[in-house]
């Protein structure tokens, strides 16, 4: 069993930045792949990064290119999104998941074992 529990959401103004940590509990995270996805209201959950057991292996949505960082700490069993240039667009509820004794990233949310409750981004224009 993973407990996923995410923070740092909030509100921010366009261009700016957050960092969101996702926090796991149990023994199995550090064989977990661990994805980052969102869901704004009325849109279907969409893939945002996904990162390999060792960080060495990164995977990003087109929209989010060049402006997000995936990363894992596995001796914190915490892994982060660091949200920089931050657009309107990126309005959603953030959540985290992780894809138990899996070697292969996904982008989808089917792939993804458990889940945490989410945290709220807003970006202002």
């Known amino acids: 069993q993973v407990q996923l529990v995410e923070s740092g959401g909030g509100l921010v103004q366009a261009g700016g930045s957050l960092r969101l940590s996702c926090a796991a509990s149990?023994?199995?995270?550090?064989?977990?792949?661990m994805g980052w996805f969102r869901q704004a209201p009325g849109e279907v959950r969409e893939f945002v990064a996904a990162?390999?057991?060792?960080?060495?292996?990164?995977d990003y949505a087109d929209a989010v290119k060049g402006r997000f960082t995936i990363s894992r700490d596995n001796a914190k069993n915490t892994v982060y999104l660091q949200m920089n240039s931050l657009k309107p667009e990126d309005t959603a509820v953030y959540y985290c998941?992780?894809?138990?004794?899996?070697?292969?990233?996904?982008?989808?949310?089917?792939?993804?074992?458990?889940w945490g409750q989410g945290t709220q981004v807003t970006v202002s224009s």
């Open positions: 149990g023994r199995t995270f550090s064989r977990s792949v």
């Open positions: 998941a992780a894809r138990n004794f899996a070697s292969a990233l996904s982008r989808t949310p089917g792939g993804y074992d458990y």
């Open positions: 990162v390999s057991w060792s960080g060495g292996i990164t």
